[in-house]
């Protein structure tokens, strides 16, 4: 029955909103506040942002029918560049950008034209991602909905700044950030293009003394500089000499960039070449010993200041850099040189177990190193840095630091090199290049007089880790990246030169960052809803408002009076934050692991009190378009609007959900949505043919389907609390569908006409469960079923009201598996059945069985001691008549799973003589057109031409077909 999806998405859509169904406020029911990180209104939301809505939105409706008051809202962040970039590409007639609005999202062109002003920009994507959430059917309530650039929200991240700084977690200081030196802001992922990160390190730069100039080399290791022989120089390389602040440096020229943007003065001087310096001798900062200036072509220019230091016995580049200048094959060394260069030997400096006195040179042999160009020269470089790092220990040559590990010793070292003036600092990007979204390549810049977020203070680090021992994190396999993060959170730059936001409230040349201003912003959801109704204006809120709604501070009359409220609806706002606070479930994709999902545990420990930190956090994987990753450049972006319209909601929803579990990645294609709709056209048939007659009394295949039901009901609701949503959707889609076959069949060999009492209740309880997945088609056919209530406001179906009843389980176990047997026969035999016997096992073997039972159960498998102790056992000795019983009856237990085995154990001995000629005569003449007879082995009377009758055990009788 084919179903005209949008028709049935509207209609329950305008049920829902007549009913205010998704308006939640404070009562006296316990409440789940389920959050998802809201949306950057920059163009309109694709299929893969709809994976993490739906899941928020499928909790939500699952905790409702568990009788929860679930607030689930939603906001858009306007904050930030981006939309600010995309202004001036309209401007600028950017063709490419503008083709995309009109082909591909189907903006009208009028509208574009006002895009040159952002906030017109963000507010059509608004309007676009808010009627796309209205259609897929998210019970969001609306009335609390706000953008971050609302007068209210910029008091709320007004109150916030001030009061984080107060605490000190908001410092002024001089710390690198990501740069664009285009746009001259701070960049950091949202700013990037593929939403990279600027991940950085610092270098220490060494300064050695040529005649006055300064020869400076970068490293990671200054504790080696003991053991520093030479300096390698790259002489094909164009180096500059340049004016760095009062000194003149050699550096190559992309170290001069990098320089300036480090709070330097550079002014550059003449270019000189590498290969001028080849021979000549510098002075190492720590001794009155020059170093000679040797050429070397693994050293880049693009690598630290371009020049580096030779520690040829703990460096493997360096020693084979020094074996390649001994060989006399390097033409840019002269024979004079070359004499020179013999003498030079490595200079151990550092001790560590398991490595030799030059450990460059041992591992430089063992790879097979045989150039300087050698790939294998990174991996070797790694091996023994690491290594001498965690359990290096300096050397006597090392003077004071004799004896240190160089984990420890490092930082000292760096403060004493420091203090001798030779030294300095470069900072350089470790993922370069790192693009900004305007084009332009980022760099690392030192910020001076900035304001950081001070996420590097340990007791702020500490009190967030505590927080997140105490949350939920699922899947929770994700924990430890929480753990990483925080652990190398550093100073994070918190105020921009442009773009929409908040003013920093003390220093309005600043706006607040984009990744700042959306981390406790849950809580304001509590306020937009008085502030959209007009009860509170939102011009008018002070510190002291937001200090009363979340801490209670001060007199609520005094406060009240002075923002033009009465003291009651103050006090109501404060109620209804004590109420929905805390978030008790936080949703976002993975991508906002390392920023956004971090920073908002970070500041909600830092401004609320612990009864008020986030209790959970879900992280979900992307979605990919029939096994690629979606990109425009692919051309499989799928606006999620026009994805509804063609296939309507819940199969949408439905084909996201189902393919994978949280941190998969999802796939959408074609099939799988075809699929589910032909599953959902099914059950909506189905609805149309059961109706709500009276059960009889039940007989044993209806004890079982309702037993089986009620199992359904609790597999789906422990995988729903977990979050298992692909589980669960598999549980109801699909795995009840053999189950119900079975009852059909068997129903119908009785030809019994009293099961639509019972098919409804199935379908009822299906249909329930399917609910909060696709709550269109589920009201549709909750409603064809009879109902008057709307599903979404129905119980969920924890259990269905019936106990389980393990005795018809075990029978309907023990039919099934005849039927399959006569099937496997049939199919490997051929024969067309005249005559079916059935004979079951006799009492000593069932009385076996059982004990063979009780000892699988008690974990005893071993079968020679099960043997033992059935030979032990004058009921059961028998077994030496027919010892190879024991294995195959043992084999049978081992190959059915735990449930079964203990109910049957509960059980106990059930007449299978009896159950199979009452209840499956009648199958099998349906089934084969033949009669059954049936016999215990035990029965002296018995038809038994082939002597059959012996191997029957105890729920694996034995056949005769002839
Ligand atoms: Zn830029």
């Given at each position: 029955m084919e179903i005209d999806w949008n028709t049935i998405d509207r209609k329950w859509q305008k049920k829902w909103l007549e009913n205010n169904d998704h308006e939640i406020d404070s009562n006296n029911k316990e409440k789940k506040f389920i959050t998802v990180a809201y949306p950057y209104p920059n163009s309109p939301q694709h299929i893969g942002h709809g994976r993490t809505y739906t899941i928020a939105d499928v909790h939500s409706r699952y905790l409702r029918m568990k009788g929860f008051n679930v607030l689930f809202p939603m906001g858009f962040h306007y904050t930030g560049t981006p939309i600010l970039g995309m202004a001036k590409r309209v401007e600028a007639n950017d063709a490419e950008l503008i083709e995309g609005f009109k082909t591909l999202y189907k903006v009208p062109e009028d509208k574009i034209k006002e895009f040159v002003e952002p906030v017109k920009i963000a507010d059509y994507f608004h309007e676009e991602i808010k009627s796309g959430m209205i259609e897929m059917g998210y019970s969001i309530d609306w009335r609390r909905e706000f953008t971050t650039i609302d007068p209210a929200y910029q008091k709320f991240i007004e109150w916030q700044f001030r009061n984080l700084k107060e605490k000190n977690l908001i410092v002024q200081g001089s710390h690198p950030v990501g740069w664009c030196p285009k746009d001259q802001n701070p960049v950091s992922q949202h700013d990037t293009l593929g939403d990279v990160e600027p991940d950085f390190t610092e270098y220490i730069v060494i300064k050695f003394d040529l005649n006055g100039i300064k020869i400076p080399v970068a490293t990671l290791r200054p504790e080696t500089l003991f053991g520093v022989t030479n300096i390698w120089i790259n002489p094909q390389v164009m180096y500059q000499k340049i004016k760095v602040n009062d000194e003149i440096w050699i550096t190559s020229p992309e170290c001069a960039r990098k320089l300036e943007f480090l709070e330097k003065k550079i002014e550059v001087i003449e270019d000189v070449l590498?290969?001028?310096?080849?021979?000549q001798s510098a002075k190492a900062p720590h001794s009155s010993d020059s170093v000679l200036i040797l050429p070397a072509s693994f050293v880049k220019s693009d690598n630290g200041t371009g020049i580096v230091m030779s520690v040829p016995a703990h460096a493997p580049f360096d020693y084979q850099a020094l074996l390649d200048s001994k060989s006399g094959k390097n033409k840019s060394i002269n024979s004079d040189l070359l004499k020179n260069i013999q003498n030079i030997e490595p200079i151990s400096m550092i001790n560590t177990e398991?490595?030799?006195?030059?450990p460059a040179k041992d591992i430089v042999e063992k790879m097979g190193i045989s150039h300087q160009d050698d790939p294998k020269l990174e991996e070797a470089t790694k091996e023994i840095y690491s290594k001498e790092f965690y359990e290096g220990i300096l050397g006597d040559n090392t003077k004071q630091f004799a004896g240190k590990k160089i984990s420890e010793a490092k930082d000292e070292i760096k403060e004493w090199i420091t203090k001798t003036g030779s030294a300095d600092i470069l900072l350089e990007l470790t993922n370069s290049p790192v693009k900004c979204r305007c084009g332009t390549e980022c760099v690392v810049k030192l910020l001076s007089n900035q304001w950081f977020l001070d996420y590097s203070n340990k007791d702020w680090k500490q009190k967030a880790h505590r927080c997140f021992e105490g949350m939920n994190i699922l899947?929770?396999?994700?924990?430890s990246e929480f753990d990483k993060v925080l652990d190398w959170l550093r100073e994070r730059a918190c105020a921009r030169q442009h773009g929409l936001g908040t003013k920093v409230p003390w220093d309005k040349e600043w706006l607040v960052e984009s990744l700042a201003d959306s981390v406790i912003y849950m809580a304001f959801y509590i306020i937009s809803k008085y502030v959209n109704k007009k009860e509170i204006n939102g011009n008018d809120l002070t510190d002291e408002f937001f200090d009363y709604v979340f801490y209670g501070e001060k007199d609520s009359g005094e406060i009240a009076n002075k923002i033009n409220i009465t003291k009651e609806k103050l006090e109501e706002i404060r109620n209804e934050f004590l109420y929905f606070y805390p978030v008790d479930s936080r949703h976002s994709g993975r991508d906002l692991v390392p920023n956004h999902l971090t920073f908002f545990v970070l500041n909600h420990v830092a401004l609320f009190p612990e009864e008020n930190w986030p209790q959970e956090i879900v992280v979900n994987g992307s979605v990919l378009m029939a096994g690629k990753k979606m990109s425009k450049s692919m051309g499989n972006i799928i606006p999620l609007r026009d994805a509804v319209r063609k296939h309507g909601a819940d199969p949408i929803r439905l084909t996201i959900l189902i393919s994978a579990e949280l941190l998969q990645d999802a796939d959408f294609n074609v099939e799988a949505i075809n699929g589910i709709k032909n599953k959902l056209e099914l059950m909506y048939e189905n609805s149309t043919k059961t109706k709500a007659e009276e059960i009889p009394e039940l007989e044993p295949e209806d004890k079982w389907i309702l037993s089986m039901l009620q199992n359904l009901a609790l597999n789906v609701s422990q995988s729903m609390d977990k979050i298992r949503f692909r589980e669960a959707l598999h549980h109801i889609l699909y795995d009840f569908d053999s189950e119900l076959q079975w009852y059909l069949k068997r129903t119908k060999s009785k030809q019994r006409t009293n099961i639509s009492g019972i098919l409804h209740k199935t379908l009822s309880s299906r249909v329930l469960m399917l609910s909060p997945f696709a709550p269109h088609i589920a009201e549709e056919i909750w409603e064809k079923l009879g109902n008057s209530e709307l599903a979404s406001k129905s119980a969920w179906p924890s259990s269905i009201g019936i106990e389980i009843d393990s005795k018809s389980i075990q029978t309907e176990t023990l039919l099934k598996s005849i039927i399959d047997d006569i099937n496997n026969i049939l199919k490997v035999t051929k024969i067309s059945p005249k005559k079916i016997t059935i004979y079951t096992a006799e009492q000593w073997k069932s009385k076996a069985y059982n004990s063979i039972l009780k000892n699988v159960l008690d974990g005893q498998t071993n079968i020679g001691t099960i043997i033992k102790s059935l030979i032990a056992n004058k009921e059961t000795e028998q077994i030496k008549k027919d010892p190879d019983f024991v294995k195959k009856a043992l084999n049978d237990i081992l190959s059915e799973p735990v449930e079964l085995r203990k109910g049957r154990m509960n059980v106990g001995q059930i007449d299978e003589k009896q159950i199979i000629s009452s209840e499956l005569s009648s199958l099998v003449k349906n089934d084969y057109d033949v009669e059954l007879s049936v016999f215990s082995e035990?029965?002296?009377?018995k038809y038994d031409p082939k002597n059959k009758a012996k191997a029957a055990r105890p729920f694996k009788p034995a056949i005769l077909i002839e």
């Open positions: 590498g290969s001028d310096f080849v021979g398991g490595l030799g006195n030059i899947p929770n396999e994700i924990r035990s029965d002296s009377e």
